[in-house]
C-alpha cells in the first residue's frame, strides 16, 4: 500500500541546516506530485513546499531558504532546510497529491496518505 516515512528531523540552531527526507514506496514517485507540510504546537497544518515532475512550489517563508527535490530512483523526496528559524519549529508532513496548481498545492484535502512526520526543533 501506499505509505511515506519522514525522516530527517531534529534539535539544531538557529541558522542551522537540516534536510528531510520523505521515503515513499507503493507505488510510482514520478507519477505525483509531493508536498511537504508543517504543524507547530497549537496552530493548523501549513503547506511547506511542493514538488511536480517539472515544478516547485514554496510558500513565501521559506523561499531562499528551504529546497524541495526528489529522487525517483530512490523513491525520495528530500526537503533542504537552511538558515533555520525558530519559527520553523514544527512537525513536518509528507503526502502525496495529484496535478496540484499554484493555488491548490497549499490545500490539506487534496493530499492523501500522510506519513507520521518529523520533528525540527530550533532553539537557541
Known amino acids: 500500500q501506499v505509505q511515506f516515512v519522514e525522516s530527517g528531523g531534529g534539535l539544531v ?3 542551522d541546516s537540516l534536510r528531510l527526507s520523505c521515503a ?3 507505488f510510482t514517485l514520478d507519477s505525483y ?3 511537504w507540510f508543517r504543524q507547530a504546537p497549537g496552530k493548523e497544518r501549513e503547506a511547506v513546499s511542493c514538488i511536480t515532475r517539472s515544478t516547485t ?4 517563508s521559506v523561499k531562499d531558504r528551504f529546497t524541495i527535490s526528489r ?3 530512490k523513491g525520495t523526496v528530500y526537503l533542504q ?3 533555520l528559524k525558530p519559527e520553523d519549529t514544527a512537525i513536518y508532513y509528507c503526502a502525496l497529491t495529484s496535478r496540484p496548481t499554484h493555488i491548490t498545492w497549499k490545500i490539506q484535502k487534496t493530499y492523501s496518505f500522510w506519513g507520521q512526520g518529523t520533528r525540527v526543533t530550533v532553539s537557541s
Open 71 to 73: 529522487d525517483n530512483a
Open 57 to 60: 512550489y514554496y510558500r513565501d
Open 13 to 15: 540552531q538557529p541558522g
Open 33 to 35: 506530485a509531493i508536498g
Open 24 to 26: 515513499a514506496s507503493g
Open 81 to 83: 532546510m537552511n538558515d
